[in-house]
């Protein structure tokens, strides 16, 4: 195996439910974990992808020329500024590849996304981790740590775990500031939930930085995240790039129909993102009466701070059968994460936590 592969730490998803019931022998457990949206699939994806059963045995559009035009259309872009990824995890990885070899640097912060570090040390490159500032970004200290070996930065904006995000001003000062051969992916994941207004829509800013790369993905507010399908849009002569690199095929039929439709159902996500903001109201106001800290978020999860260790708090949740998501892995070992969830699984995790907490 290379070194690369040898020293990764696999990435370890959130508990799946059917798992914890089986293991602890607990029924109706729900899962806050993975910042998947809770309300269900719009019926009108539902409508299309069985309209599209019966173009299984075909191998899909290589080429996602529907739902590309799709995303043309929404974004006010060419099809030759996007590129479709199976998940927005797919265009992270095809960016490292097609930019990054075994002698160049990545740079990300600390706390970033966990896929960061492992696109980069699967192709053996050199990780430059800079150290957060507030848990968040800390963008002077990301610029002035770009070495002449650096050819790629990851930014999650905002970044998971920490919910944290650099705000338009700070970010294009960073942007002007970059070397133009270095490539920048502004992973915004989130980008639907973001109601801050000092939260940037860089996907408008393409012409002014052809080293950009916006990821976006329908895994979150679009509640698709089983199908795997994220897309990229950046300057053309970089799309071609990953598009070469791209396998054949990445992403599949009924994703491309389902993801070309809920990019239309509108209606769908105003109602997920407004009942994210509610719960995200509930779940703070919790957390501000029992005393618990927590990193200010705008997206669909919310981190808090447990003052200790956060495993056996994170343990005794699964017991009263609430997957939350803990992320020592992160360098976060008293923090733990959890996803918006419907109202009443919001209320079911704020009463398992009490509980708890009054017990230990
Ligand atoms: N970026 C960030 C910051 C994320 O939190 C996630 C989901 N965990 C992704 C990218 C990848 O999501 P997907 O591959 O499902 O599009």
């Known amino acids: 195996a290379t070194k690369g592969a040898q020293a990764l730490q696999p990435y370890q998803p959130?508990?799946?439910?059917?798992?914890?019931?089986?293991?602890?022998?607990?029924?109706?457990?729900?899962?806050?974990?993975?910042?998947?949206?809770?309300?269900g699939i719009s019926p009108l994806v539902i409508s299309a992808i069985q309209a599209h059963l019966q173009e299984?045995?075909?191998?899909?559009?290589?080429n996602g020329f529907r739902l590309k035009q799709a995303l043309a259309k929404y974004h006010k872009l060419n099809i030759d500024n996007i590129a479709l990824g199976n998940g927005s995890n797919d265009i992270l990885d095809l960016v490292a590849r097609a930019f990054v070899s075994e002698q160049d640097a990545v740079l990300f912060s600390a706390h970033a996304f966990a896929v960061y570090p492992?696109?980069?040390?699967?192709?053996g490159a050199k990780m430059i981790i800079v150290p957060a500032k507030n848990w968040g970004h800390d963008l002077t200290a990301m610029r002035q740590a770009i070495t002449p070996n650096t050819k790629?930065?990851?930014?999650?904006?905002?970044?998971?775990?920490?919910?944290?995000?650099?705000?338009?001003?700070?970010?294009?000062?960073?942007?002007?500031?970059?070397?133009?051969?270095?490539?920048?992916?502004?992973?915004?994941?989130?980008?639907?939930?973001?109601?801050?207004?000092?939260?940037?829509?860089?996907?408008?800013?393409?012409?002014?930085?052809?080293?950009?790369?916006?990821?976006?993905?329908?895994?979150?507010?679009?509640?698709?995240?089983?199908?795997?399908?994220?897309?990229?849009?950046?300057?053309?002569?970089?799309?071609?790039?990953?598009?070469?690199?791209?396998?054949?095929?990445?992403?599949?039929?009924?994703?491309?129909?389902?993801?070309?439709?809920?990019?239309?159902?509108?209606?769908?996500?105003?109602?997920?993102?407004?009942?994210?903001?509610?719960?995200?109201?509930?779940?703070?106001?919790?957390?501000?009466k029992m005393g618990i800290n927590y990193i200010p978020s705008r997206a669909n999860f919310i981190t808090f701070d447990l003052g200790k260790p956060a495993l056996p708090i994170y343990e005794a949740l699964l017991?009263?059968?609430?997957?939350?998501?803990p992320i020592g892995s992160y360098g976060m070992p008293n923090h733990l994460r959890v996803t918006v969830g419907l109202p009443e699984e919001n209320e079911r995790f704020i009463q398992a936590l009490k509980k708890i907490l009054t017990q230990t």
């Open 14 to 39: 959130g508990k799946p439910i059917d798992e914890l019931e089986r293991e602890y022998g607990i029924k109706n457990a729900i899962k806050l974990a993975s910042n998947e949206n809770p309300t």
């Open 56 to 62: 299984l045995p075909r191998y899909p559009d290589g």
């Open 118 to 123: 492992i696109v980069t040390q699967a192709i």
């Open 152 to 288: 790629l930065i990851f930014i999650a904006n905002p970044n998971n775990p920490t919910g944290t995000w650099v705000n338009k001003t700070e970010l294009q000062n960073f942007l002007d500031n970059v070397p133009e051969n270095v490539i920048i992916v502004l992973d915004e994941a989130y980008f639907d939930y973001m109601d801050a207004p000092d939260y940037p829509d860089s996907s408008l800013w393409l012409d002014r930085y052809p080293n950009l790369v916006v990821a976006r993905t329908f895994s979150k507010a679009y509640g698709l995240a089983a199908l795997r399908v994220g897309y990229a849009l950046a300057h053309p002569d970089i799309i071609n790039l990953l598009n070469r690199v791209r396998q054949p095929f990445n992403v599949n039929t009924l994703a491309l129909i389902a993801a070309e439709v809920a990019l239309q159902d509108r209606a769908y996500i105003q109602n997920a993102v407004a009942l994210n903001k509610v719960g995200l109201a509930t779940l703070t106001q919790a957390f501000d």
């Open 319 to 325: 017991h009263q059968g609430v997957i939350v998501r």
